[in-house]
């Protein structure tokens, strides 16, 4: 699947939603960024905290950071990493290959 933003900051997805990449995601405005894998998306708002949707099968959902202070996200296969704007950087979902256990 695919995911965009609309300048008026909401979100608009196409394409596979077999996972709930498209059902799920949210259809209220505010968000400043966007990413997704091939079945999961995680979006930025605009106070800096994150909403994830779609699949959660292998915990890319779980373990999402419910404090604000994030300027940047990306999605990975199966995990999410954020930058807080105090420099850190925040993975969350699996961790079977390392992604959170050797993030920065």
Sequence with gaps: HSVGLRNDGTVVTWGRSSDG???DAPTSAGFV???CSESHGVGLRNDGTVVPWGCDSDGQRDDEPTSA???AIACG???NVG???DGTVAPWGPSSG???R???
């Design 83 to 85: 930058l807080r704007n």
């Design 33 to 35: 960024a966007v990413a």
């Design 77 to 79: 296969g199966a995990h």
């Design 21 to 23: 990449q498209r059902r």
């Design 98 to 100: 390392g992604q959170r």
């Design 102 to 104: 050797d993030a920065p």
């Design 69 to 71: 202070g994030f300027v």
